[in-house]
């Protein structure tokens, strides 16, 4: 909906940086975030969570086994979720040498003993870099960190990213409902996308699945639909209602790594009448992960207006060419 898009400020067919460019550099390290700035990213992703004294950093998981060395170096705590540990404390993980271990030709001795990095940092890229790309910004699990959407709001305001000529700029983001309330309630004003994953409860799981005795879940999946009309639009309308601009739903993708998500793989959440009900009721959509030439272009074709990747650089060479 370029319509949309441009009312918002924000770009048609937006290419969303995905924890930065973690196709080429350790996920949410600063040469990430940095090569997702020189490739032209649209917008410089990040999930937000906040430690124990208060600072906002960029992290995905829920702990930091996959991605840093925390079991060397806190043995005992491993397990422990972020907001148990200091800024102090989590200054001293190597959150680079796993990328190194798991991608050896994409390797870099630079990458070696690369640190988390802060909210402020990702931002300070971001202001630094030609082409000023956006911050797209999501709130994980909020019971984790009651109040983390005002500190976020301090932060933004601090900085000036909530200016009105900031417009666009900043889009948030969450799986959580609770959370897009109280987003939207602390930050009426900034776009908000709700992401829209397959084990939201519109989706029956592998245990609830009405399929055949014989049939696998892929194969339950590629008989039928994976949400109704009448779901699907329930999801929308409650985006609607509680201030989202649109949604952020998963799609079909040809690369994974991960078995955990490759369970999700075949459950497209971005159909083409999916997209359509989406524009007619006014949503955008910016749909996660595409890391493929082929997937990019076909959810470009179908009317998607941004989407999130691993892979800037793909993704603005593929929509420039083709
Ligand atoms: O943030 C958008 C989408 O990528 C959500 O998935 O788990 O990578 O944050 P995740
Ligand atoms: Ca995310």
């Not at 441009?6 to 770009?11: R, S």
């Given at each position: 909906?370029?319509?949309?898009?441009?009312?918002?400020?924000?770009?048609d067919h937006a290419v969303i940086a995905h924890r930065g460019d973690s196709y080429n550099a350790p996920e949410s390290t600063l040469p990430a975030y940095q090569l997702a700035?020189?490739?032209?990213?649209?917008?410089?992703?990040?999930?937000?969570?906040?430690?124990?004294?208060?600072?906002?950093?960029?992290?995905?998981?829920?702990?930091?086994?996959?991605?840093?060395?925390?079991?060397?170096?806190?043995?005992?705590?491993?397990?422990?979720?972020?907001?148990?540990?200091?800024?102090?404390?989590l200054e001293k993980l190597d959150a680079g040498s796993w990328y190194n271990q798991a991608y050896p030709e994409r390797a870099r001795e630079s990458f070696r003993g690369l640190k988390l990095v802060t909210l402020d940092q990702v931002r300070e890229i971001a202001e630094g870099c030609a082409h000023q790309p956006g911050l797209y910004i999501e709130t994980k699990v909020p019971e984790f960190f009651p109040g983390i959407e005002e500190d976020l709001k301090q932060d933004l305001t601090q900085h000036g990213w909530l200016d009105k000529d900031a417009k666009g700029k900043v889009i948030l983001q969450t799986f959580n409902k609770s959370s897009l309330e109280a987003l939207q309630d602390v930050m009426?004003?900034?776009?908000?996308?709700?992401?829209?994953?397959?084990?939201?409860?519109?989706?029956?799981?592998?245990?609830?699945?009405?399929?055949?005795d014989d049939e696998s879940?892929?194969?339950?999946?590629?008989?039928?639909?994976?949400?109704?009309?009448?779901?699907?639009a329930e999801w929308l309308d409650y985006a609607k209602q509680n201030g989202a601009i649109g949604v952020g739903p998963?799609?079909?993708?040809?690369?994974?790594?991960?078995?955990?998500?490759?369970?999700?793989?075949?459950?497209?959440?971005?159909?083409?009448?999916?997209?359509?009900?989406?524009?007619?009721?006014?949503?955008?959509?910016?749909?996660?992960?595409?890391?493929?030439?082929?997937?990019?272009?076909?959810?470009?074709?179908?009317?998607?207006?941004?989407?999130?990747?691993?892979?800037?650089?793909?993704?603005?060479?593929?929509?420039?060419?083709?």
């Open positions: 909906d370029t319509a949309l898009s441009e009312q918002l400020g924000m770009a700035c020189e490739v032209g990213a649209d917008y410089l992703e990040l999930d937000l969570q906040r430690t124990k004294d208060g600072k906002l950093i960029a992290v995905h998981d829920d702990n930091l086994k996959r991605n840093t060395n925390i079991e060397t170096v806190y043995p005992e705590r491993a397990s422990d979720p972020v907001n148990t540990f200091t800024w102090a404390e009426p004003n900034v776009p908000k996308i709700l992401l829209l994953w397959a084990g939201d409860g519109y989706i029956p799981t592998k245990d609830s699945a009405p399929k055949a879940y892929a194969q339950y999946y590629a008989r039928q639909e994976v949400a109704s009309k009448a779901d699907y998963s799609g079909t993708q040809a690369n994974f790594d991960d078995a955990w998500s490759s369970q999700f793989s075949y459950m497209d959440l971005a159909k083409t009448w999916m997209v359509d009900m989406s524009h007619e009721k006014g949503l955008l959509m910016h749909m996660y992960t595409l890391d493929d030439r082929e997937d990019m272009i076909r959810y470009r074709d179908r009317g998607v207006d941004g989407f999130f990747t691993n892979r800037p650089n793909m993704a603005v060479k593929t929509l420039t060419d083709s």
